[in-house]
């Protein structure tokens, strides 16, 4: 089992900036990934890093605005988010998964709410 806590969540006005962290704990995985849903709308994957090799991506709609980077120690992923816009208000989850597997472990999300 892995266990995710995200956090840095909260309430920013459009332009603002946020960081999300991601505490992993449990079994080792091999790639973790940031996505969000709100309301009313399908889930989206943001950026996934690859846990051995540290390569990541993040979708193209975003990828101006955020990124994604894990701590020189431990098991934290962030995700960066930069001007953002009231359309990014949504549930922020990160994920987990080893090869073949698909994103198994999922923490419980926090909500970022952007004002205009």
């Known amino acids: 089992q892995v266990q995710l806590v995200e956090s840095g969540g909260g309430l920013v006005q459009a332009g603002g900036s946020l960081r999300l962290s991601c505490a992993a704990s449990?079994?080792?995985?091999?790639?973790l990934g940031w996505f969000r849903q709100a309301p009313g709308e399908e889930r989206e994957i943001l950026a996934v890093i690859m846990w051995n090799t540290g390569r990541t991506s993040v979708t193209d709609s975003v990828a101006s605005r955020f990124s994604i980077s894990r701590a020189n120690a431990g098991r934290a992923v962030y995700l960066q988010m930069n001007r953002l816009k009231p359309d990014d208000t949504a549930v922020y989850y990160c994920a987990a998964g080893m090869d073949g597997g698909g994103y198994r472990f999922w923490g419980h999300g926090t909500q970022v709410t952007v004002s205009s």
């Open positions: 449990g079994q080792t995985f091999d790639y």
